[in-house]
């Protein structure tokens, strides 16, 4: 998919650097999305907060402490553009409603087809795949052995932070 107009944006964690490769085409508001909070340093000091090995690792919503960060608009799921929930790829988290996006992100470690669109009902509708990991995936590999437990009511949560230090656009 490495298309020389793709933005790229550079992930550097408390574990390693992960570059992403944003699908312009078949994910342009989700991308434009991605991008600006990318742009206001929205990312920054943030944590992945829910990891499960086999499935996925998720952040870009809360600190160390569990405290969501003020996010923007909610936006339309672009989930019917193709893409596919395979291992590397990075999509948007929501929650049950379809057109619930913020700023929340997940990296699949696996194959999920589970997740992939499969209609227009709210249960079908999937998560919109808007990118995919270029380099870096032995930092997600690492990222996903992290030990979890419960924090603050959530589950799934490393038990040592793992903190993006910064998001920025690859130039």
Do not use: W
Request: glycine fraction near 10%; charged fraction near 25%.
């Amino acid at each position: 998919m490495s298309d020389e107009m793709n933005p790229k944006v550079l992930l550097e964690t408390s574990k390693g650097t992960i570059t992403l490769e944003l699908n312009k085409e078949k994910a342009p508001i989700t991308v434009k999305n991605f991008l600006g909070y990318v742009k206001d340093g929205y990312y920054d000091g943030l944590i992945f907060h829910r990891v499960i090995k086999d499935f996925m690792i998720q952040g870009g919503g809360m600190d160390a402490d569990m405290q969501p960060r003020k996010t923007k608009f909610a936006i339309k799921n672009e989930a019917q553009n193709g893409l596919k929930n395979v291992r590397g790829s990075v999509a948007m988290a929501r929650t049950a409603l379809v057109d619930s996006a913020t700023s929340q992100f997940f990296i699949n470690t696996v194959d999920n087809p589970f997740l992939d669109n499969k209609g227009k009902r709210q249960e079908d509708f999937g998560y919109c795949v808007f990118g995919a990991v270029i380099e870096g995936m032995d930092v997600v590999d690492e990222i996903r052995q992290a030990k979890t437990g419960n924090k603050a009511g959530h589950g799934d949560v490393p038990l040592e932070p793992i903190t993006i230090i910064s998001a920025r656009l690859v130039e």
